[in-house]
């Protein structure tokens, strides 16, 4: 089980932190990721850590987003700097057993996700 919190509300130029807590499998064994889906858009990869710490961005959050993970915590999470609106969407986290991959189909275990909104 994935649970994810942290999201709100935040203006433009804001940061949020988001976590996500796991049970029920083994967490430093896992690749994880963060995903997010805009209304009407398909959900796209924002992030990814693998168990050896070695990290993946989209280009867009690149410099403004840091992904981390605390295995000890059975933790992920999202650190989200100098936020823009299109950055609102609901924010899923997501855990596979191989490599990191920015494709959504390849993930195994999904969380519920949490609202991102950023205001202009």
Do not use: H
Not at 3 to 10: D, K, N
Not at 12 to 40: D, N
Not at 50 to 61: L, P, Q
Not at 63 to 86: C, H, W
Request: contains cysteine; positive net charge; proline residues 2%.
């Amino acid at each position: 089980q994935l649970v994810e919190s942290g999201g709100g509300l935040v203006q433009a130029g804001g940061s949020l932190r988001l976590s996500c807590v796991a049970s029920g499998l083994t967490f430093g064994a896992y690749t994880m990721g963060w995903f997010r889906q805009a209304p009407g858009r398909e959900r796209e990869f924002v992030a990814s850590i693998d168990r050896g710490g070695s990290r993946k961005y989209v280009d867009s959050v690149k410099g403004r987003f840091t992904i981390s993970r605390v295995n000890a915590d059975y933790t992920l999470y999202l650190q989200m700097n100098s936020l823009k609106p299109e950055d609102t969407a609901v924010y899923y986290c997501a855990a596979r057993l191989e490599s990191i991959t920015t494709s959504p189909l390849a993930y195994d275990y999904w969380g519920q996700g949490t609202q991102v909104t950023v205001s202009s």
